[in-house]
């Protein structure tokens, strides 16, 4: 019987009916295409993304001589990931052709139209631990220099956002989603929300507090600013873009410090690790940063191992030697 394009042949056997669906690999990608750019309505960019692994697998499939799904086999996804390798790609690279792979297999298992686990048979490559970026306290001292910042309402804008993502830790996501309402000044206290809809309360110093409290005056002062409830705005009057923050981390950022990267979420990591330095508790960094797992939070201490190793070697007459 067709359906849909695609051969369905049932079988009778101990009291249970068996579907074996025969379809080309190119019509598999081609109703995952619709079903990821249609139904759940992913971006253009995703969806792109999606399409260039699938159909270079297929694509390279098809030299093999493999085109139909139930010729499909783990050997053949094993030695596709292995010729990405040898060509020098980068393992992380290669792990998301994988996850592309296997998102397609697992909806295809979904929808009743294969009913095969070949990504139990496939490897990742490893990936190298690379250790979060982070700045150096040296550095986030001049974000309390006189003068840094324009007196301005934005300027004054500006150093509230990085004191802010320095002395909270929160996400770029979490601060341009703060409201005036968020910061309880009594408490010391700002109420976040983070991934997966889940609220926080951060404690914050009095000196931030008093920061805050006379950001909003002065919002409230600006002319077109004073009717919005978002805490952090544009020039527009609008809600702050994280496109914004990215800016505006990197217009001072960019010249204060030398870190490989600058970007909201080093100040992330440099508040952990600065904790941690000082002999914070490793949970309840964890319970600031809102981590679901303490393990994602404990790659800080190899943070804080690397960067006392590197203090010692600078810094001691015996490292100095070696």
């Not at 002065?218 to 994280?242: A, D, I, S, Y």
């Not at 201490?301 to 203090?311: D, P, S």
Request: glycine letters at 8%; a neutral charge; hydrophobic letters at 40%.
């Amino acid at each position: 019987m067709l359906m849909g394009g695609v051969w369905f042949f049932y079988f009778a056997g101990l009291g249970k009916s068996c579907i074996f669906a025969a379809m080309k690999i190119v019509e598999a990608i081609a109703r995952y295409h619709d079903y990821i750019a249609h139904e759940r309505r992913l971006s253009p960019r995703t969806v792109g993304a999606y399409d260039a692994v699938l159909e270079g697998l297929e694509e390279w499939l098809r030299v093999q001589g493999v085109v139909e799904m139930e010729d499909l086999t783990a050997r053949d996804l094993r030695a596709w990931e292995m010729e990405h390798m040898a060509r020098g790609e980068a393992a992380a690279t290669v792990c998301q052709r994988l996850s592309a792979v296997g998102s397609w297999l697992r909806y295809l298992r979904r929808q009743g139209l294969y009913d095969r686990d070949l990504m139990a048979k496939v490897s990742a490559p490893r990936l190298p631990k690379r250790l979060p970026v982070f700045f150096r306290e040296s550095e986030t001292e001049h974000l309390y220099d006189a003068g840094l910042f324009g007196d301005d309402f934005w300027g004054q804008r500006d150093k509230l956002m990085l004191r802010m993502l320095y002395e909270t830790g929160m996400r770029r996501s979490e601060l341009v989603g703060l409201r005036e309402g968020s910061v309880d000044i009594a408490a010391l206290t700002v109420k976040v929300r983070g991934k997966r809809d889940k609220e926080r309360v951060i404690p914050i110093e009095i000196e931030l507090a008093h920061n805050i409290s006379d950001y909003i005056a002065l919002k409230k002062e600006q002319q077109g600013l004073g009717g919005t409830e978002w805490l952090f705005v544009n020039h527009k009057g609008e809600q702050m873009r994280p496109e914004g923050v990215n800016y505006v981390v990197k217009k001072y950022m960019t010249s204060l410090s030398d870190a490989d990267r600058v970007s909201p979420h080093v100040f992330r990591h440099s508040f952990a690790t600065h904790i941690l330095s000082e002999g914070g508790d490793l949970v309840a960094v964890k319970e600031l940063l809102g981590h679901e797992n303490l393990a994602t939070t404990e790659v800080y201490t190899h943070v804080t191992r690397e960067h006392l190793k590197e203090v010692y070697r600078q810094a001691h007459p015996r490292g100095r030697r070696k």
